[in-house]
């Protein structure tokens, strides 16, 4: 480890740490206990609760925010701290409705188990009530300030974690308290009280309801009742459900959620999945993850007739189309059937990220990138985000950039051609460069430019990228402070004194002044050198993000040789997002056929379109398992290959069944995972052994990471910028929040319909419908506003499949076209 | 032979058995015969012929009858009764009892209670649908016991026979009707608070 490791002692207890962590954390990663209710790891100390106070080296501290020092003695508790935390309970309870048995937390409340833990029998303290309705804060956020505690939990999430702020602390209203409590109750209790009784949590935005991105992270991290999601509230109680620890299936970052499922009524005893839940201490959820979980494909008996055709259908099929929504167990059997039947395999954006990778692999020698989220998250302070819509994207890195703002001190630089105003809102240090469309070979040679180390670089990249550098002679005044010695004779003793003076005169003065035509290319704002200089103060942990525009992109090979160039050159640590949930996986496996869309080429559809569909979500020829009734491994972006289980039941036909009826098979879809190839990074380890939880410490135990292979690179000089013009209106193909696929789409809390999402400005030019021709198609569309989206630029989503949108756009993410008013 | 003794005696303790004076069985056809002939022709018969008509002379135009004329008439049930279930109303206002709050569902050691709850309009938990499955009860009492609203209890009903087992099992069935709510009582039997609970509560403090 590269921090220095210190010792100290909890309770008599040794415990190593890193300096400069929170005792609480200490604590934790030991398995000791200390009680807090608002802080929340990867977040910053709200201290609100003062529940936590400690003693340290005989002084009192609150744990959450007392950072560890080498040979530290802490104690938990004493007599007076006790004393303290019961009275800070105590407050807690006055006036908070005491019907646990209908509140939606009873039975994993916090409330509930600090009022046990501390033996609060009694109430001492008493203060009047204060009306307080239930309110509706959007479509999913359901807030009872009667059980609210004002713990500030959700504020700090959101600001912290998620970088909306959509929420903050309001006026309560509330009476004052009794001036005599000062005297009489123990002084954290009283502070924190007096706080708590003149606060309430509002939306940030002076209105009823949150301009946010849904994402109910404020409900996770409720420790009461206050915030439950409006579709949850009073339907169970937590210990009926039965917790399945799964990963989500929508986007790449793979998180790890539990399933939590009961019996649908009592007519119906079917499993029914309730809600979606995380460890939020160490990882967030985004609106799909959370409340996109009842896409499962209802199928009651196996369809044999459906079946004999399927596997006609595959036998006579030439390739095989499928999307990145599958197991890599699945994907192993389409590799199979590839190699078995030589059928070729069709995934348009697997094979993009493919090609893009191939050439990374090529360049750099590694088969995958060096950085990792995780880590970025707790060590960069300096991030660049290229080709990405990250708030639509990919909702995790969306976070890692407002994390590293908000608790790294960090800067943030994010290129992109449709400007987006949640990103420059999450931090003062963050500049947002809507550069023009196609221009990321740019970035990336500037980012060679302002970064690499120019004595190892290969000399004609040096000189390419200095050809840019545009030398002009500039005058500019200058203020020089000059030292001026006077004597000065006092005026009643005669006596001389000498006295100096600051003098302050203006001096012109030529400079020579560097200016980089790279980034007049990329119409950065012309202050920007001056702006990078004081993003870079201090800074020591560079981290990249890619997106799926370099993927798409006509120079796709040559931004990925830039790429490993930056990897190898600059202090970046890059991480490239893969473009769906299983890209990597399928990428790493699966050897894919370019997708020409020819009409006379027989093809199998799997979860998109074929002349035979396969689909999980029960449109198809024949019914397949949706990704939460099926257990398997994703491959996700942080490099790990993760288990998920299934929370509902099915009772048709897999895959895996065809593979058997073709004489390939295994016994259980699982037997697949031990076959994946360990050349290429894979493990040979049986499904039931993989982990998914994390450990006290926050580390992620699940599945098992990725092994990267090495080859030998190729070194060649990657080829000079090309931009390519497109002009008129354009498209930009891209998802709304909390839609990813069909499988978001086919939930009943996720609503973001199939639309036009343009800036408010442009909104008013195109009215409520609008109607786009791509490729001599026409599509007549509403115009729904994104009041964070700045430009001209339209984006279009693709999640349904039936408007293939991907075979519209190409080989690029963007398009050009013509729009009207409908 | 001693120790034999001894240990005989340990065996057999010390149990004082009285013995019956019981006339000894008829051995040969001849006694059997005898038996037979001064049974039927003794005054055994008449004194038990005797018995009977003085008893039904009495409970008719005597001192009344005895038995209870079940299924007209039924017997009192104790309080501690434990038979189906009672779901009890909130006396003032007439709604129902129970908040939804699952304790019982969860305390159920034979697992056979099972609740629909949702958000009604009122902003409350509304409890859609309640059911016990009468197949798997045992009539423990915990769901009666662990209720914090006396809501749930045991009811007096023990005619557990019906056509379907799912009868009288769901929420209105158990419910105790709206017109006959003036004739709810108490309920004095298991989990019900005790007579001195009033003295045993510490009253919260109200600021208004």
């Known amino acids: 480890m590269s921090e220095n490791m210190i010792t100290m002692t909890i309770d008599g207890v040794a415990c190593q740490a890193k300096e400069g962590e929170y005792i609480l954390n200490v604590a934790r990663a030991n398995a000791i206990f200390i009680p807090a209710i608002c802080y929340l790891t990867r977040c910053s100390p709200t201290l609100a609760c003062r529940i936590c106070l400690v003693e340290a080296d005989g002084k009192r501290v609150y744990a959450c925010n007392a950072k560890a020092k080498d040979g530290m003695e802490v104690l938990t508790s004493n007599q007076e701290i006790l004393e303290e935390r019961k009275a800070i309970m105590q407050v807690y309870d006055v006036n908070h409705p005491l019907q646990c048995g209908v509140c939606d937390q009873s039975g994993s409340c916090e409330l509930q188990n600090y009022t046990l833990e501390l033996s609060v029998d009694t109430q001492p303290y008493v203060i009047a009530d204060t009306t307080r309705e239930a309110k509706n804060w959007s479509s999913v956020l359901h807030y009872d300030p009667g059980l609210c505690i004002v713990c500030e939990r959700c504020v700090t999430v959101c600001k912290d974690m998620i970088g909306d702020a959509a929420i903050t602390t309001g006026a309560r209203g509330g009476v004052e308290l009794d001036k005599e409590y000062k005297e009489s109750m123990p002084k954290d209790a009283y502070s924190m009280w007096n706080k708590l009784q003149k606060s309430v949590i509002t939306p940030s935005n002076d209105t009823d309801s949150t301009n946010c991105s849904d994402c109910g992270e404020c409900i996770a991290v409720c420790p009461v009742g206050a915030l439950v999601s409006r579709d949850f509230v009073y339907t169970t109680n937590s210990w009926e459900l039965t917790k399945v620890p799964a990963t989500c299936a929508h986007c790449s970052s793979g998180c790890q959620i539990y399933y939590e499922t009961k019996p649908t009524s009592i007519e119906n005893r079917d499993q029914k999945i309730y809600r979606v839940t995380n460890e939020w201490n160490y990882l967030s959820l985004c609106g799909a993850g959370r409340f996109g979980y009842d896409f499962e494909n209802r199928v009651v008996a196996k369809n044999e007739v459906a079946f004999r055709v399927a596997i006609d259908a595959i036998k006579s099929a030439q390739a095989i189309r499928f999307t990145s929504v599958i197991t890599n167990e699945e994907a192993l059997m389409l590799q199979t059937l590839k190699e078995k039947l030589g059928v070729k395999l069709f995934n348009t954006e697997a094979k993009a990220f493919q090609n893009f990778m191939s050439s990374y692999t090529t360049h750099s020698g590694n088969m995958l990138f060096g950085g990792n989220i995780k880590e970025m998250m707790q060590t960069s302070d300096f991030i660049i985000s290229i080709g990405s819509s990250l708030r639509n994207d990919n909702p995790n890195v969306r976070y890692l950039f407002n994390n590293i703002q908000k608790l790294n001190k960090g800067a943030g630089l994010y290129f992109h051609p449709v400007g987006d105003s949640l990103i420059t809102s999450m931090g003062k240090n963050i500049t947002q460069i809507e550069h023009k469309v196609g221009t990321e070979e740019a970035i990336l040679y500037w980012i060679l430019d302002q970064f690499a180390d120019k004595e190892k670089l290969p000399s004609e990249i040096n000189e390419y990228i200095t050809s840019f550098h545009e030398v002009s002679k500039k005058t500019i005044t200058e203020k020089v402070i000059t030292d001026v010695t006077e004597t000065v004779v006092d005026a009643e003793t005669g006596e001389s004194k000498e006295i100096v003076k600051k003098v302050t005169t203006n001096v012109e003065k030529e400079i020579e002044v560097v200016a980089n035509r790279l980034l007049d290319i990329l119409d950065a704002p012309a202050d920007f050198d001056a702006t990078l200089e004081k993003y870079l103060g201090k800074k020591e942990n560079f981290s990249l993000v890619l997106g799926e525009d370099l993927y798409f992109h006509s120079q796709v090979k040559n931004l990925a040789h830039l790429v490993a160039l930056i990897e190898e050159f600059t202090p970046f640590s890059v991480a490239i997002i893969p473009p769906r949930t299983n890209s990597l996986g399928v990428a790493l496996l699966c050897e894919l056929d370019d997708d020409m869309n020819d009409d006379k080429i027989t093809t199998v559809g799997y979860n998109t379109i074929g002349d035979f569909v396969l689909s999980s979500l029960g449109n198809g020829d024949l019914d397949m398992p949706a990704m939460n009734q099926q257990e398997g491994t994703l491959t996700n972006m942080h490099k790990r290959v993760v288990p998920t289980n299934a929370a509902v039941s099915y009772h048709g036909y897999e895959l895996n069944d065809i593979m058997n009826e073709l004489g390939f098979g295994q016994d259980l879809t699982v037997d697949w995972t031990s076959l994946l190839p360990t050349g290429r990074g894979f493990k040979s380890v049986d499904f039931d052994s993989l982990p998914n939880g994390y450990t006290n410490s926050g580390e992620e135990n699940r599945g098992y990471r990725l092994e990267n292979k090495t080859t030998k690179s190729t070194s060649s000089i990657p080829t000079k910028i090309v931009t390519s013009d497109i002009s008129g209106e354009i498209l930009y193909r891209c998802n709304p929040q909390r839609q990813f696929n069909e499988f978001t789409d086919k939930a009943h809390q996720i609503f973001e319909e199939f639309a036009l999402y343009v800036s408010k400005e442009k909104a008013e030019m195109l009215g409520d419908k609008a109607t786009l021709e791509i490729n001599n198609k026409e599509f007549t569309l509403p115009v729904v506003v994104d009041d964070r989206m700045s430009g001209d630029i339209i984006k279009l989503p693709d999640f349904k499949h039936s408007h293939e949108i991907y075979t519209h756009f190409g080989d690029s993410r963007f398009k050009s076209t013509t729009i009207r008013k409908a | ?208």
């Open chain 2, 1 to 208: 032979m001693n120790e034999i003794r001894k240990e005989d005696e340990r065996v057999k303790g010390t149990q004082e058995y009285v013995l019956l004076d019981l006339s000894h069985s008829p051995e040969t056809g001849f006694d059997q015969f005898a038996q037979v002939v001064k049974r039927t022709f003794g005054k055994e018969l008449f004194v038990g012929l005797w018995v009977t008509l003085r008893e039904m002379g009495s409970t008719l135009f005597g001192k009344g009858k005895h038995t209870v004329s079940y299924p007209l008439e039924k017997m009192p049930i104790a309080p501690r009764y434990r038979a189906i279930h009672d779901m009890l109303r909130l006396l003032e206002s007439g709604n129902y009892r129970c908040i939804g709050c699952g304790l019982c569902e969860k305390i159920c050691i034979s697992n056979c209670i099972a609740m629909d709850t949702k958000y009604d309009e009122n902003q409350r938990k509304e409890v859609s649908e309640y059911t016990i499955n009468f197949g798997r009860c045992i009539f423990c009492g915990y769901c009666a016991e662990v209720c914090p609203e006396l809501a749930i209890v045991h009811g007096g009903r023990y005619e557990n026979a019906s056509e379907q087992r799912a009868s009288f099992s769901l929420f209105e069935d158990m419910l105790k009707p709206i017109d006959m709510l003036t004739q709810q009582k108490e309920f004095d039997g298991f989990g019900a608070v005790s007579p001195n609970a009033d003295e045993n509560i510490k009253k919260t403090p109200l600021a208004y």
